[in-house]
């Protein structure tokens, strides 16, 4: 022992520049701030995320577009002040106030999940194939910080005021019908699977009644097609909505809607097949750009305004499609 001991001080003694130089590597390299870096993403082929009975193949691909985001260590700070494209943000404008990153990554996987669901039932709508919608249920994925509840994210909402809560639209006719202000008692089970009964005051937002929550649901699609996903567990959110959409319409009904080019698109979509807007439109229209993407299918409203603002700065060569519902994006790519 006494000579191991001394072998490892003449080799620290002998190295310690080098020792020195390496923890200093390490604390470069490894040590993260506070602070997110948001950058151009990638695309993804929406071919990788679904798998159905129908061994079809596109000329083209449809993909969603994605935002890359970079844990703030030194070396990425600087090159963010070097890459006009990349943004540091602090750590408490990437998640809410009063969510840790573990609850934003919780909510985040469930808009995923509520995200295949409702792609998958939309696509289904539009297609000649019979379903049925099983085992709805309602969770609490966010509570904002002005809510008067003590209602927890992962609880999932049984009744309110002892009447049976069956979807999302039960829930939000139930509270429309309510006054700001009223007090209500809602049965959920918590993120454990235990049985608790919780209260909240309702809130004025924008002059209507609110609990102040973010309500995700997830559903079962039955139908006799097999329709499988393929999601990492690092994917995550809602925004590849309406591009899953168009892909489990494409492969269900056997129509290639791409005319062989490189189709890409971002926005949610919800059970009547309207897109909505997401966040971070410039760094995916710029990944698009950067991987040779030929048309960007976009929510209208302000992401369009922002990407035909930045299309226009930079000089891209790329069609930008404005969007408002999964019919309006489908009419498109068939026509074109």
Request: glycine residues 6%; charged residues 25%.
């Amino acid at each position: 022992m006494k000579n191991l001991f001394n072998n490892i001080k003449k080799y620290i003694k002998e190295y310690y520049k080098a020792i020195i130089i390496y923890i200093l590597i390490l604390v470069v390299f490894l040590i993260e701030f506070p602070y997110y870096i948001s950058a151009p993403g990638g695309l993804i082929n929406t071919d990788d995320k679904i798998k159905t009975t129908e061994n079809f193949k596109m000329k083209g691909s449809l993909n969603m577009a994605y935002v890359s985001e970079i844990h703030a260590t030194i070396p990425t700070l600087i090159i963010s002040l070097l890459n006009k494209d990349w943004d540091v943000e602090k750590e408490t404008e990437v998640k809410n106030d009063n969510e840790t990153v573990e609850e934003k990554n919780y909510r985040n996987k469930m808009l995923l999940e509520e995200a295949n669901d409702t792609a998958l039932l939309v696509a289904y709508k539009h297609s000649d194939i019979n379903y049925k919608i099983t085992n709805n249920k309602v969770y609490i994925t966010y509570v904002d910080e002005m809510a008067k509840t003590d209602l927890k994210i992962g609880d999932r909402i049984l009744k309110i005021d002892n009447q049976k809560i069956t979807d999302k639209e039960s829930l939000f006719s139930y509270i429309s019908s309510k006054k700001i202000k009223d007090k209500i008692t809602i049965e959920v089970n918590d993120i454990n699977g235990n049985k608790q009964t919780r209260k909240a005051t309702l809130i004025d937002i924008l002059n209507e009644p609110k609990v102040g929550a973010i309500i995700t649901e997830t559903f079962d699609v039955k139908s006799n097609e097999k329709v499988k996903f393929n999601f990492n567990g690092s994917e995550s959110g809602s925004s590849g909505g309406l591009m899953l959409t168009l892909a489990l319409y494409s492969h269900l009904n056997q129509v290639d809607l791409t005319s062989g080019k490189t189709i890409v698109g971002t926005g949610t979509i919800d059970i009547n097949g309207n897109v909505g807007e997401i966040s971070g439109i410039k760094y995916k229209l710029i990944g698009a750009v950067n991987k040779h993407a030929d048309v960007f299918l976009v929510p209208k409203g302000k992401n369009y305004k922002e990407a035909k603002k930045i299309k226009k700065e930079k000089g891209y060569n790329i069609k930008l499609i404005p969007v408002g519902t999964f019919e309006e994006a489908l009419t498109y790519l068939k026509n074109h």
